[in-house]
């Protein structure tokens, strides 16, 4: 959608409502600005990091991820990606397992660690691949991470939303960017046909020229306008926002494996600040999200803590989000105190600045050594 409340205002009024500093009046009137019309929110979580896999993939049209709807170049670009479709039946049979490669699914992968995407992905994209009959596991992730520069920052990782990223070069930059420097595979199938020469340029809507002659003999009326393809742009036009492969924001992927005696997690370094990157604190356990709603509620997390919510993984309750818990252990962050997730749960893919392992296995019903953490412990 277009650009409203800035996602950092919004989280600033949520983590208000979670210290009882404002009410649900406020609440739900910063979150209509903030949501205030159709398409996916601006922020860089989950529906966005989907569109850009789709696109750093081949899977969509080239500079298509990210353009709300309601204009005149959404609607030719919805109208461009059914030619495409019925012309890659008809004229070029692409079937999907064709674009759907082992290379491929790198490509998604550098995309998201390039762009500190969605934790969500860490599920999702492995399930892609299996489905493609190709086993992918967080160890590729990772590896893949400590050569993955990080090469933009949308919110939560900075405070540019998403039609910012766009208008700094967008997914065009970033592709080109990206290949230029080895990190891309080239030889790939996509929804345009070999290679990803035509995912560096961009779209841009010119007059038809041709649709009053058009109309004038014709009673179906033609688009006036109609879409050119120019070069996107070889620099950043905001290097806050998006940056090259030698002047990066970080000199590894966004997301990374993290591993010790409790087990293997996930943890999204990209929206974290290098002073919370290490916390060290004692455990507070629970084994249900609202009761550390309760405790906060009742002042008994005013404190260092690492909190442990456990039995939340797929074969527990079927792994729900604990998004809900992000304005609460912000606000304890932002009162000095050093606080921290670890979870066999997961959580939004727009998780920010308070640090979470989450998608810990193994979970705590698979006798995972998280059901063993008990108050106090030291993490």
């Known amino acids: 959608m277009s650009t409203g409340q800035s996602n950092d205002e919004k989280a600033k009024v949520r983590q208000a409502f979670a210290e009882e500093k404002v009410g649900k009046e406020e609440l739900l009137a910063s979150e209509s600005a903030s949501y205030h019309g159709a398409g996916t929110c601006t922020f860089y979580g989950t529906a966005n990091s989907n569109q850009m896999l789709m696109e750093i993939m081949g899977l969509h049209i080239p500079g298509s991820s990210f353009v709300p709807p309601n204009n005149n170049l959404r609607d030719s670009l919805t109208q461009l990606g059914v030619e495409t479709l019925i012309k890659n039946i008809d004229q070029r049979p692409t079937p999907l397992y064709k674009i759907i490669t082992e290379k491929t699914l790198v490509n998604g992968l550098v995309g998201l660690l390039s762009t500190g995407g969605s934790t969500n992905h860490a599920i999702h994209i492995i399930a892609i691949a299996k489905a493609a009959g190709i086993i992918i596991n967080w160890q590729d992730m990772a590896n893949l991470s400590k050569i993955t520069p ?23 930059l970033l592709m080109r960017e990206l290949s230029n420097t080895g990190l891309l595979h080239q030889d790939v199938e996509t929804v345009m046909g070999r290679g990803l020469n035509e995912y560096f340029r961009e779209p841009r809507l010119i007059e038809n020229q041709s649709s009053e002659i058009y109309r004038q003999n014709s009673t179906t009326e033609e688009s006036s306008h109609v879409i050119q393809w120019n070069d996107a742009t070889l620099t950043s036009l905001d290097d806050s926002v998006i940056r090259p492969v030698s002047n990066p924001f970080n000199d590894h992927g966004g997301l990374q494996l993290l591993t010790g005696n409790l087990g293997r ?21 629970f084994d249900d999200q609202n009761d550390l709603v309760t405790a906060f509620e009742n002042k008994q997390l005013n404190k260092d803590f690492i909190a442990v919510i456990r039995f939340q993984g797929p074969k ?29 749960g997961r959580m939004s893919g727009a998780s920010g600045k308070v ?8 979970e705590a019903l698979d006798g995972g050594n998280i059901a063993r953490i008990k108050n106090g412990d030291s993490i």
């Open 150 to 172: 990080l090469l933009t920052r949308i919110y939560p990782n900075g405070t540019a939303d998403i039609n910012h990223f766009q208008a700094s070069g967008g997914m065009p």
């Open 355 to 362: 640090p979470a392992a989450i998608h810990l296995v193994p």
């Open 265 to 285: 997690s996930v943890i999204k370094t990209s929206a974290v600040v290098d002073s919370q990157l290490i916390i060290e604190a004692e455990a507070i356990v």
């Open 316 to 344: 527990s309750n079927g792994m729900p989000e604990l998004h809900k818990l992000t304005p609460i252990l912000s606000s304890l962050q932002s009162s000095g105190f050093a606080v921290a997730i670890v979870t066999d």
